[in-house]
């Protein structure tokens, strides 16, 4: 399997909803990353995390929470949003070190719109 | 810290033709990867090719050829019998040896003429 699965692929929520976004893989890789990218901008990171431990968080709001049960699955959980917020999000997964492995592997991302 | 530069945000080349995309880095490491991905309207990223700064070789991935030249900190994409399925959106991106960060430069539109 040399894939990283997303869901959903679309999202519609409200300024006061709870939802959770959801990644995995199944490739061994150790670090898995949250990106957020806005239309034909590049992606921006948001979250590192290396051995399911957080190892970068890049000053996102608190409205963010990612989380990273195991070595195969990550989530973003969503809560009290901003209209700003509506981006294309995406996970992406990679061996620690780029020697070792081809780069990150994306998933095809979350298209989330916040209303 | 690390930044990349794509000078140009559209390029255009005719079906079978050749094109190059430019990009250019900044960094004070001596050790790190580069590389291309391509984003077509399907949202997902997609690695193109790979290089090693270590490596005097520029890498080649079927119709993908690199021009990487450390000294000028340069890392240009060449594709070669251009496709319209290549249409896409394209990004250079550096990563340290022991790093988790991939840095992106803006992008590249690459529109293909039938």
């Known amino acids: 399997d040399t894939e990283v699965t997303q869901t959903p692929k679309h999202l519609v929520m409200g300024m006061t909803n709870k939802k959770s976004l959801k990644c995995e893989q199944h490739m061994g890789h150790r670090a898995m990353y949250w990106y957020k990218q806005k239309a034909k901008k590049p992606p921006e990171l948001m979250f590192v995390?290396?051995?399911?431990?957080?190892?970068i968080n890049e000053s996102v709001p608190s409205r963010f929470s990612p989380e990273c049960p195991n070595s195969s699955l990550l989530n973003l959980h969503l809560h009290a949003l901003q209209p700003e917020d509506s981006a294309l999000y995406l996970c992406a997964s990679s061996q620690l070190h780029p020697g070792t492995g081809d780069g990150y592997t994306f998933g095809s991302g979350t298209r989330l719109t916040v209303v | 810290a690390q930044t990349v530069t794509q000078s140009q945000p559209e390029m255009s080349v005719q079906e079978a033709e050749t094109v190059t995309l430019s990009c250019t880095y900044d960094?004070?490491?001596?050790?790190?990867?580069l590389f291309w991905y391509k984003q077509p309207p399907s949202r997902q990223m997609i690695l193109v090719i790979r290089q090693e700064a270590y490596k005097q070789q520029n890498a080649t991935e079927n119709r993908f050829s690199v021009n990487f030249q450390k000294a000028a900190k340069s890392f240009s994409l060449k594709i070669s019998d251009s496709q319209l399925g290549d249409a896409a959106m394209y990004f250079c991106a550096y990563r340290r040896e022991y790093g988790n960060k991939l840095v992106f430069g803006a992008g590249t539109i690459l529109r293909v003429k039938s």
């Open positions: 995390y290396s051995y399911e431990k957080l190892s």
């Open positions: 960094t004070s490491e001596s050790d790190y990867y």
